[in-house]
């Protein structure tokens, strides 16, 4: 049987995509097409953190920080991985204007 994981799952609302998903929408595509697990992010990062703790058999979540921000950033990405259980970090270059 073939396990199917979404790993790049947006949670709320992205203008820029024209992209509006809350976490029931979220887990009811993800029922109708039988993906086991997403790993979501959003800004901010509590609309993730919220979903992540609620459904945390099937959400795995990633800390949005942008690296212009430093240490700001540095101890958002220590929090949520080492607090909440985050799995990884979303750097998003064009909505954060860096360079890859």
């Given at each position: 049987?073939?396990?199917?994981?979404?790993?790049h799952t947006h949670l709320g609302s992205f203008p820029l995509f024209n992209?509006?998903?809350?976490?029931n929408g979220?887990?009811?595509?993800?029922?109708?097409?039988n993906i086991r697990a997403c790993i979501v992010f959003s800004?901010?990062?509590?609309?993730?953190?919220?979903?992540?703790?609620?459904y945390s058999e099937r959400l795995f979540?990633?800390?949005?920080?942008?690296?212009y921000d430093g240490e700001r950033?540095?101890?958002e990405v220590e929090k949520y991985i080492e607090e909440y259980?985050?799995?990884?970090?979303?750097?998003h270059p064009?909505?954060?204007a860096f360079l890859p």
């Amino acid at each position: 049987m073939v396990v199917l994981v979404d790993a790049h799952t947006h949670l709320g609302s992205f203008p820029l995509f024209n992209v509006e998903l809350d976490v029931n929408g979220m887990l009811s595509i993800m029922d109708e097409y039988n993906i086991r697990a997403c790993i979501v992010f959003s800004l901010p990062n509590e609309i993730t953190l919220n979903a992540v703790k609620k459904y945390s058999e099937r959400l795995f979540g990633l800390v949005w920080v942008n690296p212009y921000d430093g240490e700001r950033a540095v101890g958002e990405v220590e929090k949520y991985i080492e607090e909440y259980g985050f799995k990884g970090v979303k750097l998003h270059p064009l909505l954060d204007a860096f360079l890859p």
